[in-house]
């Protein structure tokens, strides 16, 4: 192994001279850690003979405020409900990219054929670091397909509350 130092740059070399490590390679700055837990509320979308409602959300829950060079998340999330609905009760995910908590395709229909494979029903979650904050992003779609229904009868898709407790390092890579 070799050490070597120069005009602000540190590198070594193994036997080889192959570099083993390097000051010039960009490493994660860790600026801010935090953990904690987040519950999101339950959203539902509903159909009855004359009326419903859709939910098409994209929202960023505040967890904290963090240095404003920070662009990055790293970290781990577990993802908790009361009810066996979408991916939850499982341990520990990786922090970094979309948790994809639920998913339902929409099926083609008579009426609507050209909404074949389009994503019907999500919810996905995304921890993210932007001008000095660390947020989740929440985004949920749900909409009822157009199906017949009589009298009072009432069409509804639900995602549960949703605890994510979340160990995160906040920073960029300098």
Not at 150 to 174: A, D, E, H, M, N
Request: glycine share 10%.
């Amino acid at each position: 192994m070799s050490f070597h130092a120069q005009a602000g740059r540190i590198w070594i070399a193994d036997t080889n001279g192959d570099v083993v490590f390097d000051t010039n390679e960009k490493g994660f700055n860790g600026t801010d850690y935090l953990t904690g837990s987040i519950t999101l509320p339950e959203r539902e979308a509903w159909l009855t003979k004359n009326d419903g409602a859709s939910v098409d959300v994209d929202q960023d829950w505040l967890l904290a405020n963090v240095n404003t060079a920070a662009n990055t998340v790293i970290g781990a999330f577990r993802a908790d409900a009361s009810v066996a609905q979408g991916v939850v009760n499982l341990g520990w995910f990786v922090a970094n990219g979309t948790y994809l908590h639920y998913f339902d395709g929409f099926a083609p229909s008579i009426t609507q054929p050209t909404l074949h494979g389009q994503p019907g029903l999500y919810a996905l979650y995304t921890f993210m670091a932007r001008g000095g904050q660390a947020v989740l992003n929440e985004r949920v779609r749900l909409y009822c397909p157009n199906v017949s229904l009589s009298g009072s009868q009432r069409y509804s898709i639900t995602i549960k509350p949703l605890t994510l407790t979340y160990k995160l390092y906040v920073g960029t890579f300098t």
